[in-house]
């Protein structure tokens, strides 16, 4: 109950803020920036694996979202319209340091490929323990890099930042069918790359 | 129910969407398939390790050094122009 009404309270201000930044505050623009950076900041380095690119997303997300505020319908909440523009900042910046001629999220979906499990000895003991968090920090964002843009947009949308299922299909101009049939693949994925590190007590590799 | 089938349904179990039935549909799969069982749990780990793990922390001085450059690159904008 408690939290339903701190999350109502939330949105409230944070309307607020946005009315105000729209009326030309930039003071309340600034509030804005400081609530969502450090998420606006983390799709960022997902999606590019860039440090450098992912402070330029986090700059000129931000930039269009204050210069196209007319444009936010307040129908949508602010942080999922935030995100979309992020989203597409980033996939712009992959596309140029890949010099390549698409990076969309249509990108490799229709292969089946990687989500039959495989791997289906349990995790023990828990990761947590049998790595630093160095270590394992280093182990989950080679294993997230090694998924098609595709998919690890929409679980870090989805599973990371904790948007709906809906919000994630809305962000992304997907239908929630296609939203939730990339999920299920990508957690596969994950899952099965993630055992060959996990299971390393049962395989025993010596490294640990 | 086989195994390609419980797959399928993996997501709707695990953000709890299955209604009842399927649920216990996948229960029973589970109930006598342990290669299903693991697969569940260990993609339930998946999501927990992504989600308790925030990976790219933003450290306090760039945070700083963004929201200037931020603020500063709006006040030059059209937008930001008192005249607007």
Known sequence: METIQKKAAEENAETGLVQAARAGDLEAFGQLVKLYDRNVLRIAQHITHNEEDAQDVVQEAFLKAYTNLEQFQGNSKFYTWLVRIAVNEALMKLRKRRNSKTVSLDEDVETEEGSMPREVADWSPNPEQLYGQTELGDILKKTIQGLSPAFRTVFVLRDVEGLSTEETAETLSLSVPAVKSRLLRARLQLRERLGKHFNAGKSGDGTR | ?84
């Open chain 2, 1 to 84: 129910m086989k195994c390609t089938e419980f797959l399928k349904e993996l997501t709707e179990y695990l953000d709890g969407t299955a209604d009842a039935a399927l649920r216990e549909e996948l229960d029973e799969h589970m109930h006598w398939c342990h290669e299903c069982k693991v697969v569940l749990n260990t993609t339930k780990k998946t999501i927990e390790i992504y989600r308790d793990n925030k990976l790219y922390e933003l450290p306090e001085r760039l945070r700083v050094k963004l929201h200037e450059a931020i603020l500063l690159k709006c006040k030059a904008s059209k937008r930001g122009q008192p005249s607007e």
